[in-house]
């Protein structure tokens, strides 16, 4: 069972950089699938980039060219680097894994495993 813990969430002003962290425990990260997911009061939780076990990436159009993702295995760390802040980036973030090889995906039904979130605020 993968335990994961979200760090990194802050009050930043548009146009602003953050780091997000994801340290997971129980599993090691060269097993598992990872993704980053945002969600805003009244809507669904969206999925922002996914990283496979081999280091296939995917983005979505909100995240593309902002954001990036990247794994430190040793550390069994994700991360999400998120560049260029906009007030519509203001959201809790989750960070989500499953087991197996599988592309990366942004899709929540495909994940099992969920951290409690981080917010991020840009005013």
């Known amino acids: 069972h993968v335990q994961l813990v979200e760090s990194g969430g802050d009050s930043v002003q548009a146009g602003g950089s953050l780091r997000l962290s994801c340290a997971a425990s129980?599993?090691?990260?060269?097993?598992?699938?990872m993704a980053w997911f945002h969600q805003t009061p009244g809507k669904e939780r969206e999925g922002i980039t996914g990283?496979?076990?081999?280091?296939?990436?995917s983005y979505s159009e909100a995240g593309k060219g902002r954001f990036t993702i990247a794994k430190d295995i040793l550390e069994n760390t994700l991360y999400l680097h998120m560049n260029i802040l906009g007030p519509e980036d203001t959201a809790v973030y989750y960070c989500?894994?499953?087991?197996?090889?599988?592309?990366?995906?942004?899709?929540?039904?495909?994940?099992?495993?969920w951290g409690r979130g981080t917010q991020v605020t840009v005013s």
């Open positions: 989500a894994a499953r087991y197996g090889r599988y592309p990366p995906s942004l899709v929540v039904s495909d994940f099992g495993e």
């Open positions: 129980g599993y090691a990260y060269d097993k598992i699938c």
């Open positions: 990283i496979s076990v081999d280091g296939q990436t």
